[in-house]
């Protein structure tokens, strides 16, 4: 049986194919059917042919093999320095077999490539910093992810979340109408708090266009409430747009790259459409790389930049504090061992290590910010990172890479994690419940709410 | 014999290097794909060269990169390595004379001590890279006969010039022909093996400083702290 009726290398279009999937729970019969599935050998081979080019083809023929690269991956040191977890071999072993083959591959070889692309590597791109070459094994197991794809072999949790994109243009089955509507229920919720309170809804020119991960819409509304919260506090002129909202892309980690474009091309529209001055994304890290640092390459823009200025939430926590537009009571501060986690996606792969620990100047007391160690951009991935958060398959092994962050913020001596970043938020959640630690863990909106002085024109009237 | 080998052959094999290397590297040029790779390198020139640059000169200083100085011992061994393969076949006095009598230049000539030193330097830290290579398993599973066999393709004309340095007079013919066949089989093949990182190093650390210079945060504070 070459194609399964579940798991194929059919990309899910539609909302039946995606509730056939999420019947079959955990992907049982999908595994079961990928133990059967062909390996179109020559549209792999083609799809290399065509897309690999010389920045490639030199990491693999130049990588000296030096073995710089292990001691750069938590995996390989949290899994007992196993060889077979040194970043190069994992892309040597893979992607490196797959070229020496020309694309004849077996069935077996796939599942194991699998696990390689998924379940030992989170793409946290560490290695590259690390490689005197400057070989970037992430970016390689990022496109072997995209040829694993096109074959079908892709965890269930990673098929369906593209699919979700291709159909929602949202990680989640989250409708605009459901976007909306939650967003104005939570403003109804907290407006007798909050006078004057409100969302505008497509509102041409303004400042700042805010766009957010589907969960929020879905499991955590709240959030939704601390941004509007936050942004009326401040006295941003702000907006939502109805369609185009969505910022995540599990497209990327599905390695689904025509799923990418269109999803970001959702978010660029909005932004052609209401033209504001400035896009903020909300707490997330990959959905910041994915809409902000990859998808102006996705949707073709020479330039490499989103249609309008684009920034991470951090850089307008920075940004408001910094100018007095948001202003904390210093009664209020964190007075508590505190860390931050450094979000991959948004410190090493794009820059934003300042602007944090600005932010940390503003809301800890003074002796209580301690960095773990590593940090900033040669920080630790949450082990939760690239989509291994989310797959259920490869949960064991998404487990034991936790380690690695427990023991950092066990030694830090912080009893509390500031983490602005969904998956890494998870993962630290998760690495809370798995291994008790007695750790708190928050995003910064929440914090800040509690600390914030709200003008008097929005205090509640006695 | 010694004739042809520092006639003709002479002339081949530092040609097949410079315009093999050359090719390399405008091939890796043509090669880059601004879509593909996800880097706009002609939109952002000025991130981009500032990224390429402090990404190649960083690498180039013993410990001026984090993973230099997580790693001494390799640190110490590679740049001795590397400093005498690159000062001693430029700079010993007896190929300055070679280069002044073939193509009328010539550089400054290192000290004949200093000269013995770093090829004693280059000979000793290819042992310890072998005995790197074989000793830990991290490297040793990821070693193919290629990484060996360039290991010593790289050393060859080192060993081989040190004793013709210090052979008997009748033996020195013999080691200063096995010295020269080395050299120039060690030219003649670095276009076509992993040697080509003589110039593809350059290209790959100007590639990824320009992707974390441009896309990668280079556009934001205060750049990559390598």
Redesign the interface.
């Known amino acids: 049986m070459p194609e399964g009726t579940l798991c194929n290398k059919a990309p899910v279009d539609t909302e039946e194919q995606l509730k056939a999937l999420l019947a079959d729970k955990g992907g049982k019969t999908y595994y079961h059917e990928m133990k059967q599935l062909d390996i179109d050998r020559q549209k792999l081979w083609d799809t290399i042919c065509k897309t690999m080019k010389s920045r490639t083809k030199t990491w693999l023929n130049i990588c000296a093999r030096c073995g710089m690269c292990a001691d750069s991956c938590f995996l390989y040191r949290i899994n007992d320095r196993d060889p077979k977890q040194v970043p190069a071999y994992k892309v040597h072993s893979t992607l490196g077999e797959i070229i020496r083959k020309k694309g004849r591959v077996d069935n077996a070889f796939m599942h194991m490539a699998m696990e390689t692309a998924w379940a030992r590597c989170t793409c946290c791109n560490r290695c590259a910093m690390y490689c005197p070459h400057g070989i970037d094994s992430g970016i390689m197991i990022s496109y072997l992810r995209g040829l694993l794809y096109q074959q079908g072999f892709v965890p269930w949790e990673m098929k369906i979340g593209a699919g979700m994109h291709r159909v929602y243009r949202a990680q989640m089955d989250v409708t605009p109408e459901d976007f909306v509507d939650t967003f104005e229920w939570m403003i109804e919720e907290y407006e007798e708090d909050y006078i004057g309170l409100n969302v505008p809804v497509d509102k041409a020119e303004a400042d700042i266009m805010y766009t957010v991960n589907a969960r929020e819409v879905k499991h955590y509304p709240e959030d939704l409430a601390e941004a509007a919260i936050l942004f009326n506090i401040a006295g941003e002129n702000w907006t939502i747009p109805s369609s185009g909202w969505e910022l995540t892309s599990l497209a990327m980690f599905a390695g689904d790259w025509e799923a990418c474009r269109l999803q970001v091309e959702s978010v660029y529209e909005a932004m052609d459409r209401l033209r504001p001055k400035r896009m903020i994304g909300t707490e997330c890290g990959h959905a910041h790389r994915a809409t902000v640092v990859e998808g102006p390459y996705w949707a073709g823009r020479k330039d490499g930049l989103p249609p309008v200025d684009s920034i991470h939430y951090v850089e307008w926590v920075a940004e408001a504090l910094r100018t007095g537009k948001l202003l904390i009571d210093p009664k209020k501060r964190i007075k508590q061992p505190v860390t931050i986690q450094d979000s991959c996606n948004y410190i090493r792969n794009h820059g934003l290590k300042e602007v944090t620990r600005e932010i940390i100047s503003y809301m800890v007391e003074p002796g209580y910010f301690i960095d773990m160690t590593p940090n900033r951009e040669h920080n630790y991935c949450c082990g939760g990172g690239g989509g291994f958060n989310g797959i259920g398959l490869f949960r064991p092994q998404r487990n034991k890479a936790l380690i690695t962050k427990r023991d950092q913020i066990l030694d830090s001596g912080a009893e509390m994690v500031i983490a602005p970043c969904h998956n890494c938020w998870d993962a630290i959640r998760d690495l809370e419940e798995e291994y008790k630690i007695g750790i708190k863990w928050s995003f910064l909106k929440p914090l800040l709410i509690d600390m914030v002085i709200v003008p008097e024109h929005m205090k509640p009237k006695e | 014999m010694y004739e042809f080998l520092t006639g003709p052959m002479f002339y081949i094999s530092i040609a097949v290097f410079v315009i093999g290397l050359l090719f390399q590297a405008i091939?890796?040029?043509?090669?880059?794909?601004?879509?593909?790779?996800?880097?706009?390198y002609?939109?952002?020139p000025r991130a981009g060269f500032k990224g390429a640059l402090r990404?190649i000169a960083l690498?180039l200083i013993p410990f001026g990169?984090?993973?230099w100085r997580?790693?001494p011992f390799?640190t110490v061994v590679?740049f001795i390595f590397h400093i005498g393969a690159i000062a001693v076949p430029l700079f010993l006095m007896a190929h300055n004379l070679i280069l002044a009598e073939k193509f009328g230049l010539s550089f400054f000539t290192l000290s004949p001590a200093l000269a013995d030193t770093l090829t004693w330097g280059v000979v000793i830290a290819a042992l310890l890279l072998l005995l790197r290579?074989i000793s830990?398993?991290?490297?040793?599973?990821?070693?193919?006969v290629h990484?060996y066999f360039i290991l010593a393709l790289a050393t060859a004309p080192f060993a081989t010039g040190l004793i013709a340095r210090y052979a008997s007079a009748d033996a020195y013919p013999a080691w200063l022909i096995a010295h020269i066949i080395a050299g120039e089989l060690m030219l003649i093949l670095a276009p076509f093996t992993?040697l080509?990182?003589i110039v593809?190093?350059f290209?790959?650390?100007a590639?990824?400083?320009m992707?974390?210079g441009?896309?990668?945060?280079?556009?934001?504070?205060?750049?990559?702290?390598?």
Do not use: C
């Open positions: 091939r890796y040029i043509k090669g880059l794909d601004w879509k593909l790779d996800r880097v706009a002609r939109a952002h990404s690498w990169t984090r993973s997580e790693q390799m590679f290579r830990l398993p991290e490297v040793r599973s990821l070693s193919t990484d992993k080509s990182h593809l190093f290209m790959s650390r590639q990824i400083g992707d974390f441009i896309k990668r945060g280079g556009l934001k504070g205060k750049g990559m702290a390598w």
